[in-house]
């Protein structure tokens, strides 16, 4: 008798765990949908021209960002710099020397800057997360 009610307060408190989870990791999900959906508005405003729809870039003149071999979690750093300060010396993207400076955007806040990232990294950065202010805040205190 005693161990079935132990075991059922078990249960209950084990399922109320799980039931806490999922809620919790769902709402993770939806701020991480907001985050892409706004970074993708900010993009088409402050990107697209140059670099294109579908993130294609154009022949010589811009770079891809789908596919782009630059868009490591290595350079997330160097990205945020360069979205707020630009590009100043060329740059290889998929093998290719792109020469053409890219120039900075003052405009965009750190939230801007951490909203357009997450867009671009879980657009074509094989991210499934949130870039969020602190860590743009952290990487623009270091830019080059
Ligand atoms: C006026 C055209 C122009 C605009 C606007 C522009 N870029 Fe660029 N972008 C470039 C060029 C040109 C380069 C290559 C710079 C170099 O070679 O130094 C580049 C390089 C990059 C790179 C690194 C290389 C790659 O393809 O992965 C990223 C990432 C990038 N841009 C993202 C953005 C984002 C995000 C925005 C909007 C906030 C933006 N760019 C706005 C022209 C532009």
Request: net charge positive.
């Amino acid at each position: 008798m005693y161990f079935e009610k132990t075991l059922k307060t078990f249960v209950y408190v084990l399922f109320s765990a799980l039931l806490g989870l999922t809620a919790c990791q769902s709402e993770e999900e939806i701020k991480r949908q907001q985050y892409v959906a706004e970074g993708f508005d900010l993009y088409k405003k402050s990107c697209m021209n140059c670099h294109q729809t579908q993130g294609e870039g154009m022949a010589n003149l811009y770079p891809p960002l789908a596919g782009s071999d630059f868009l490591t979690a290595s350079n997330k750093a160097l990205v945020i710099c360069g979205m707020r300060n630009g590009f100043q010396h060329p740059l290889r993207v998929n093998g290719k020397l792109y020469r053409q400076p890219m120039p900075g955007n003052t405009a965009l806040k750190a939230l801007d800057l951490a909203v357009l990232t997450t867009f671009l990294y879980n657009e074509w950065g094989n991210e499934k997360k949130i870039t969020d202010v602190t860590e743009v805040e952290k990487a623009l205190t270091k830019c080059p």
